[in-house]
């Protein structure tokens, strides 16, 4: 079946480092692909998306490629800041079958020092 | 907006006692998910409904959880009886339509301990 894995965490960087938290799926069609950020005590937010092969998705700074030929979606950032200090969770979406939901990595708790 | 709205946010239990959990989706958004968080198991999806009917309730762990949407604006999920095993944080979201595009939007969880 379908599946998301990601890089263990935690992820612990100075400001302005350099962010890559890698992603790679397994899937069955054409999914989407989606990484969402959990900052404490709230739920999970949208951060960015791509829904076919070669497109990028960004956002606040942060961007994804989706690779059909590596099956990957590495999450990246130029210069982190400290309020970017969270759980980052990669996801895949069904191909297009009405009532598909969402699937997530174990998520990646990235901290950021400055 | 509100948002998905979660009640209560944190809940308190001894084993064998009955738990309901609620959720409000937000408004025009006809599919909702029930998720639970643990740090062994990740984000696990427990059921999902589109339209009011459920359409994978699969990741349901065992009879002891149920969930229910009677109307488009109220979902309940609920442990009975619960166990110290349940304890995690449980989230739901919604989105406009489930399929490839979709995204979700979470509430900001329930966090159940069970003792």
């Known amino acids: 079946g379908n599946s998301v894995t990601q890089m263990e965490g935690p992820v612990t960087l100075s400001e302005e480092a350099f962010l890559t938290i890698n992603c790679t799926y397994t899937?069955?069609?054409?999914?989407?692909l989606f990484w969402y950020v959990q900052y404490p005590g709230e739920g999970l937010q949208l951060l960015l998306k791509?829904?076919?092969?070669?497109d990028k998705g960004s956002n606040k700074g942060f961007e994804a490629t989706y690779r059909k030929e590596t099956t990957s979606f590495h999450l990246e950032k130029g210069s982190v800041q400290v309020s970017d200090s969270a759980v980052y969770f990669c996801?895949?979406?069904?191909?297009?079958?009405?009532?598909?939901?969402?699937?997530f990595g174990k998520g990646t708790t990235l901290s950021v020092s400055s | 907006d509100a948002g998905v709205i979660q009640s209560p946010r944190h809940e308190v239990t001894e084993m064998g006692q009955e738990v309901t959990l609620r959720c409000k989706p937000i408004?025009?958004?006809?599919?909702l998910f029930w998720y639970r968080q643990t740090m062994m198991r990740g984000l696990e999806l427990l059921i999902y409904?589109?339209?009011?009917?459920?359409?994978?309730d699969s990741g349901m762990p065992e009879d002891r959880f149920s969930a229910k949407m009677p109307n488009a604006s109220f979902s309940t999920l609920k442990i009975q009886p619960s166990e110290p095993r349940d304890s995690a944080v449980y989230f739901c979201?919604?989105?406009?339509?489930?399929?490839?595009?979709?995204?979700?939007?979470f509430g900001n969880g329930t966090r159940l301990t069970v003792t």
């Open positions: 408004s025009g958004h006809n599919s």
């Open positions: 996801a895949l979406s069904g191909s297009g079958q009405a009532g598909t939901a969402l699937i």
């Open positions: 899937a069955t069609g054409y999914p989407s």
């Open positions: 979201a919604s989105s406009i339509r489930t399929g490839n595009n979709s995204p979700l939007h």
């Open positions: 791509a829904t076919k092969a070669d």
């Open positions: 409904f589109n339209n009011n009917v459920p359409i994978d």
